[in-house]
């Protein structure tokens, strides 16, 4: 395999999840109901996934117990059900840059979590530890200064859009400060709900890990809890009608490409790089959605966003590099550790192999000893 494979892989997720907020915004932008969307993305994945687990995992479905049903079904109704409209609605408010950016607070928020569930710890005397708390307080800070300050800003750089006129003029049109603080509000809990919902899939993949079964089961879950929101939320059945259009397009690539692919790929780069090794690219989706919501939406760019967003990178590299300083930390203790008790095994090997050379030499001369006296 070559050593470049990863990065291009990796590039490739980040593209993928930079198209998934630019053509869901210009959805929204259409007209289409954020909730509504939501359940079609859910039932699209359901059908893209169903199919390959019966086919591939018939055997593992069968032998789920009705406690393991109950836990994924509440495990979708966070992650999935929620997560996804919350973020949604937070799109639809604010812009498709905000989620970009916020994005790369959710392992700050992951860790947060950790540490409050005892699956973390943080030494505030050590230098990791330090780190740790000042990436959590500049994510605090880039959430603050994306809501609260607007600043400057920034004309798109291309007047004719790829969605319409009808995608650019509502892109253009600057939201109130107050929408715009729930939209950053809702955002923010959105990836808690994100982060609670990976920390505790973490612990059922201990209990079964499979997991294109879990992944299944918790997309036919979502389905059905999202059909119910947006039945509740949108009552009129004539806005459920999808056209071609560009909404069509973001319910196909958010269910098929961004569930499907990107889920692959993503488990495939974990398995090579590790988890850490994904987190590190969130920066680079952030960038890129900030050139191509402006250039393809029309969106318009606030100071506040790029600040904002440039503080929520910073405090991501900064738990990154704690928590990978902590592991570099742990390995050297392991190898000391290990080291010491490989000189003490050896220590006692070698004493083992002396001792009965000096148990044959005490008795030649005990022997020689008893030979004199009779003489």
């Given at each position: 395999m070559d050593a470049k494979t990863p990065y291009i892989i990796a590039a490739i997720v980040v593209a993928i999840y930079m198209g998934m907020y630019v053509i869901s915004k210009a959805a929204f932008n259409r007209g289409m109901n954020s909730f509504v969307f939501v359940f079609y993305r859910q039932a699209a994945a359901s059908l893209l996934l169903l199919p390959i687990a019966l086919l591939l995992e018939r055997k593992n479905v069968r032998s789920m117990s009705r406690g393991l049903l109950l836990k994924l079904f509440f495990l979708a109704l966070i992650g999935s059900t929620l997560g996804l409209n919350l973020c949604n609605a937070s799109v639809t408010l604010t812009s498709a840059t905000v989620a970009s950016a916020t994005g790369n607070s959710t392992p700050v928020i992951t860790f947060c979590l950790a540490l409050l569930l005892r699956m973390e710890s943080v030494k505030l005397r050590s230098l990791p530890g330090i780190a740790k708390i000042t990436g959590v307080a500049l994510c605090l800070a880039g959430a603050l200064v994306i809501a609260c300050y607007t600043g400057a800003s920034l004309s798109p750089v291309n007047h004719h859009r790829a969605f319409g006129a009808h995608a650019a003029s509502h892109g253009s049109k600057a939201p109130s400060r107050g929408i715009w603080i729930i939209g950053t509000f809702l955002m923010f809990l959105s990836n808690v709900t994100w982060s609670l919902w990976m920390v505790l899939q973490a612990v059922i993949l201990k209990e079964y890990p499979n997991k294109m079964v879990i992944t299944t089961a918790q997309c036919l879950f979502s389905t059905v809890q999202s059909f119910v929101v947006a039945a509740v939320a949108e009552r009129d059945w004539s806005k459920w009608k999808l056209q071609l259009d560009v909404g069509l397009i973001a319910v196909a690539y958010t269910g098929f490409v961004v569930t499907g692919v990107s889920y692959y790929l993503q488990a495939w780069c974990v398995q090579i790089k590790g988890p850490v090794f994904l987190a590190f690219w969130n920066p680079l989706c952030f960038v890129l959605t900030?050139?191509?919501?402006?250039?393809?939406?029309?969106?318009?760019?606030?100071?506040?966003?790029?600040?904002?967003?440039?503080?929520?990178?910073?405090?991501?590299?900064?738990?990154?590099?704690?928590?990978?300083?902590?592991?570099?930390?742990?390995?050297?203790?392991?190898?000391?550790?290990?080291?010491?008790?490989?000189?003490?095994?050896?220590?006692?090997?070698?004493?083992?192999?002396?001792?009965?050379?000096?148990?044959?030499?005490?008795?030649?001369?005990?022997?020689?000893?008893?030979?004199?006296?009779?003489?």
């Open positions: 900030l050139f191509c919501s402006s250039f393809f939406l029309g969106e318009i760019v606030h100071l506040g966003s790029i600040v904002g967003g440039i503080l929520l990178v910073c405090g991501l590299y900064s738990v990154l590099w704690g928590k990978s300083m902590e592991s570099r930390i742990a390995e050297i203790n392991d190898i000391t550790v290990g080291d010491v008790q490989d000189g003490k095994q050896h220590k006692n090997e070698r004493q083992q192999e002396v001792a009965p050379d000096m148990k044959e030499q005490d008795e030649k001369a005990s022997i020689n000893a008893n030979s004199a006296s009779l003489v």
